[in-house]
């Protein structure tokens, strides 16, 4: 069991490795990494996310974002607007740049991602969104 259980492990890193690694040659025209294309699929996901919501999410210092977050206003590909009822909270949105970068990026990662979802019966995708649900929400 402990066997099968690593190489789970190694197929969920390997299949994450792979899937960022896709859009590598975008994020290089850009002179971004992987660290900037989380925050990206955040931001986009999550429209108007605050930056201690991307924290949480995240699970990084406030320091790592904070350079990730100087890098995409380097690039202008993020806005910030003051939250209407409390000026200490700032919102973190995609510009028109930042939503075409998205683009980009999850047209490239959506390729595996499809053809490994139509080459599965309907019960397989959903045994295996199940189990990622599960690993995700476990409390450990």
Same mark, same amino acid.
Do not use: M, P
């Given at each position: 069991?402990?066997?099968?259980?690593?190489?789970?492990?190694?197929?969920?890193?390997?299949?994450?490795?792979?899937?960022?690694?896709?859009?590598?040659?975008?994020?290089?025209?850009?002179?971004?990494?992987?660290?900037?294309?989380?925050?990206?699929?955040?931001?986009?996901?999550?429209?108007?996310?605050?930056?201690?919501?991307?924290?949480?999410?995240?699970? =990084?210092? *406030?320091?790592?974002?904070?350079?990730? &977050?100087?890098?995409?206003?380097?690039? #202008? %590909? !993020?806005? /910030?607007?003051?939250?209407?009822?409390?000026?200490?909270?700032?919102?973190?949105?995609?510009?028109?740049?930042?939503?075409?970068?998205?683009?980009?990026?999850?047209? =490239?990662? *959506?390729?595996?991602?499809?053809?490994? &979802?139509?080459?599965?019966?309907?019960? #397989? %995708? !959903?045994? /295996?969104?199940?189990?990622?649900?599960?690993?995700?929400?476990?409390?450990?």
């Amino acid at each position: 069991k402990d066997e099968q259980i690593k190489v789970f492990i190694e197929n969920i890193f390997i299949g994450y490795r792979e899937t960022f690694s896709d859009a590598k040659k975008v994020l290089d025209n850009y002179s971004i990494g992987v660290a900037h294309q989380k925050v990206i699929l955040l931001i986009s996901l999550h429209k108007g996310i605050t930056i201690s919501e991307l924290l949480k999410k995240l699970k =990084i210092t *406030k320091q790592s974002l904070n350079r990730v &977050l100087k890098d995409l206003i380097k690039i #202008e %590909v !993020i806005d /910030f607007k003051k939250d209407k009822k409390d000026s200490r909270l700032k919102h973190v949105y995609l510009n028109d740049k930042g939503i075409k970068l998205f683009n980009e990026v999850f047209n =490239i990662q *959506k390729k595996r991602i499809y053809n490994a &979802l139509v080459n599965s019966s309907s019960k #397989e %995708v !959903i045994n /295996f969104n199940n189990i990622l649900n599960k690993i995700i929400n476990e409390k450990i």
